[in-house]
């Protein structure tokens, strides 16, 4: 085309100018202008895929990671493999059995095979660092499905053993995520892993990198320390890399390791990391790609964050040496309080993007209300006695939000905040469930959560699902999905994947 305007004449050029100055045309190319600018600056929208689903499967499961059968215990057994380390007091012992007990979880929880060696109630986990990887624990065969431990597993918490566990959770979730979705390695462009205590070297990004041949410019992330919150931070994290570079991909896997991770002392507030927390991961494919959206099976909304910044959040969760030298992670009596600072941070930011006109409207007469009564109390204004200062107004979620995730840390979390947000059993259901069927599996369980709803919760498309998560530091993180997508077999009695 610049090749013929050179052989354009002049009555030409003036043709096209009285061309341009028509209304009509002014009108279009202003269009077309404001468009352009729009799409510019306009982010993309991020979606987590739906894998593809064959005719004849009868469903479609979430991508959680469900542990091998030879990997589960009851509440007996596991007190059973806790009495074998010879290192905890009848004080303690009695004390672990009573958390056990009230802590919601169920007889069908798992733990890794480097301390099911324990099992017998004799064997002790060792430490044993002459051990080389290869003898440590069972290598990981190639089929995830096979994996089993044998009776002659030794109980080893080593760190070949933490990082056989990290492939077999790892490891699964990539392969079958990949295989569902039928994306190849080399199509994902981050890679984000967030596990809290087990940061070894090379990465565990490094590690399924090197497994699965993904490209060499990938850019990966390796979040540790975040604690239970975790998942919810590499979506964010993700959600940002994606709006900054439309039309890629990113692979979030999130996880906890249990294998090095068992206190073996007799301090209270460290012993209840033996009874809550438990195997589990979960994979997800995040995409900004426009066509990726024809087959996603949500899109994300918002993820808002909040922190606390003084020393009794800080010191909440801490992980530590107790006096004998003996590690662990100290959790405070005032984290359920601590959290529900935290969420209210965090609710400041969510609500406006979430509730109706009207719950804000009340939110807002309430706190004018208690505004002005204050200051006439305090000024002394006449009649102002006679009127109490009513209390704050919480407002109602479930106004703005179809489905509650929040995390299974604990009985304790879980009703402290059903009682600060006013929610009703069934609306924990899927947190209280989730505890009972797989334990606390930390950065993960809100995915669990979101797996039941999906089964048992009634999902509909255009239902939106909130995922709260808290974490050491202390944090508060939130993220709301909107379901696009529901497989209907998946629904019913039928729970073939639980248990």
């Given at each position: 085309m610049i090749s013929q305007l050179y052989m354009w004449r002049v009555e030409d050029f003036r043709r096209a100018w009285y061309l341009v100055q028509e209304p009509l045309v002014m009108q279009v190319i202003g269009a077309c202008a404001l468009i352009i600018a729009y799409l510019n600056q306009h982010k993309p929208s991020v979606y987590c895929f739906l894998a593809c689903i064959k005719k004849q499967e009868k469903g479609l499961d979430n991508l959680v990671y469900k542990p091998p059968a030879d990997w589960k215990v009851s509440r007996e057994e596991v007190l059973k493999m806790l009495q074998a380390q010879n290192c905890f007091s009848e004080n303690s012992l009695e004390f672990q059995r009573r958390i056990l007990e009230n802590s919601g979880t169920g007889e069908s929880t798992h733990w890794p095979p480097g301390i099911l060696g324990s099992r017998d109630g004799k064997t002790e986990c060792a430490l044993d660092t002459l051990q080389t990887e290869h003898h440590a624990v069972p290598q990981i065969p190639r089929a995830p499905q096979h994996w089993s431990t044998t009776p002659e597993t030794s109980a080893n918490c080593n760190m070949a053993a933490a990082r056989s566990e990290a492939k077999e959770v790892m490891f699964s979730l990539v392969r079958d995520l990949l295989k569902r979705s039928k994306v190849k390695p080399k199509q994902i462009d981050f890679l984000i892993i967030n596990c809290s205590l087990f940061c070894p070297t090379p990465s565990l990004c490094a590690l399924v990198c090197n497994e699965f041949g993904l490209r060499q410019d990938v850019r990966s992330y390796n979040l540790g320390g975040m604690g239970c919150s975790?998942?919810?931070?590499?979506?964010?994290?993700?959600?940002?890399?994606?709006?900054?570079?439309?039309?890629?991909?990113?692979?979030v896997i999130s996880m906890e390791n249990i294998t090095q991770n068992l206190y073996k002392g007799n301090d209270k507030s460290m012993l209840l990391q033996n009874t809550l927390f438990r195997c589990g991961g979960c994979a997800l494919l995040l995409s900004s790609r426009i066509l990726d959206s024809m087959r996603a099976k949500y899109k994300l909304l918002y993820t808002f964050r909040s922190q606390l910044s003084d020393d009794n959040s800080y010191n909440c969760v801490y992980q530590k040496q107790d006096e004998n030298g003996n590690s662990g992670v100290a959790l405070s009596k005032d984290i359920v309080k601590v959290a529900g600072r935290a969420m209210r941070q965090n609710f400041v930011q969510l609500g406006p993007h979430v509730l109706p006109v009207r719950e804000q409207a009340k939110v807002l007469c309430n706190h004018f209300l208690v505004r002005v009564l204050s200051i006439a109390k305090e000024r002394g204004w006449p009649l102002a006695s006679r009127f109490a200062t009513p209390e704050g107004y919480t407002p109602n979620f479930s106004k703005g939000i179809d489905h509650f995730c929040i995390h299974a840390g604990g009985r304790a979390v879980?009703?402290?905040?059903?009682?600060?947000?006013?929610?009703?059993?069934?609306?924990i259901r899927p947190s209280v469930q989730t505890l009972h069927d797989w334990g606390n599996t930390s950065s993960s369980s809100i995915w669990y959560e979101t797996d039941w709803i999906e089964r048992f919760g009634d999902l509909h498309p255009g239902e939106r699902v909130l995922q709260i998560s808290f974490g050491s530091g202390f944090k508060c993180n939130s993220a709301v999905w909107v379901a696009l997508r529901v497989d209907r077999s998946k629904q019913g009695p039928g729970f073939a994947f639980c248990k």
């Open positions: 975790a998942n919810v931070i590499s979506v964010d994290l993700a959600k940002q890399l994606l709006e900054n570079r439309p039309g890629s991909r990113a692979l879980i009703e402290g905040v059903q009682k600060n947000l006013k929610l009703s059993d069934r609306q």
